[in-house]
């Protein structure tokens, strides 16, 4: 059950840089798609080197963009998934919960703010936010 709690807290935790490295990812795949643009193909009627080959350096590079495009593509697909996960199962919380969850995991600080902090943020005890987010967690952890 530990490790279900820590997986959930970690989840949390990286929401915010998930969404930005799925903005990243994007950036990436529509720099790629516009390398495209430039490119036509070329007929070689059956001309092969002394390899037998006939694919060409710029072919082989048009590979290699394509298989990148694809792993981009696909980690834009898993990216999207995990938050959307995430924030479905925000959808459970009332807004009591979700203040607490955005005090504790979204933060901006480099560094989550003290229960101390927190509960007096949302006029509680620290102790009483512990136990908070506790439940909060486990009510996640079967959907995140």
């Known amino acids: 059950m530990q490790d279900m709690y820590s997986y959930v807290e970690g989840k949390l935790y990286n929401y915010k840089s998930m969404k930005v490295e799925l903005?990243?990812?994007?950036?990436d795949l529509e720099y790629l798609n516009k390398e495209y643009e430039g490119c036509r193909g070329k007929s070689y009627s059956g001309i092969t080197s002394k390899t037998n080959?006939?694919?060409?350096s710029v072919e082989n590079g048009l590979i290699k963009r394509e298989k990148r495009k694809e792993m981009l593509q696909l980690k834009i697909?898993?990216?999207e998934r995990q938050i959307r996960k995430i924030?479905?199962?925000?959808?459970?919380?009332d807004d009591e919960e979700l203040q607490l969850v955005k005090l504790r995991y979204f933060s901006d600080r480099m560094k989550p703010l003290s229960?101390?902090?927190?509960?007096?943020?949302?006029?509680?005890s620290d102790k009483k936010c512990?136990?908070?987010?506790?439940d909060i967690v486990?009510?996640?952890?079967?959907?995140?």
Request: hydrophobic share 45%; proline share 0%; aromatic share 10%.
């Open 87 to 93: 924030e479905n199962a925000l959808a459970l919380l």
């Open 115 to 124: 229960w101390l902090d927190i509960g007096q943020e949302m006029l509680y």
């Open 53 to 56: 080959s006939i694919y060409s």
């Open 77 to 79: 697909i898993e990216k």
């Open 23 to 27: 903005n990243s990812y994007k950036i």
């Open 138 to 144: 486990n009510k996640l952890a079967g959907i995140i």
């Open 130 to 134: 512990r136990i908070m987010n506790k």
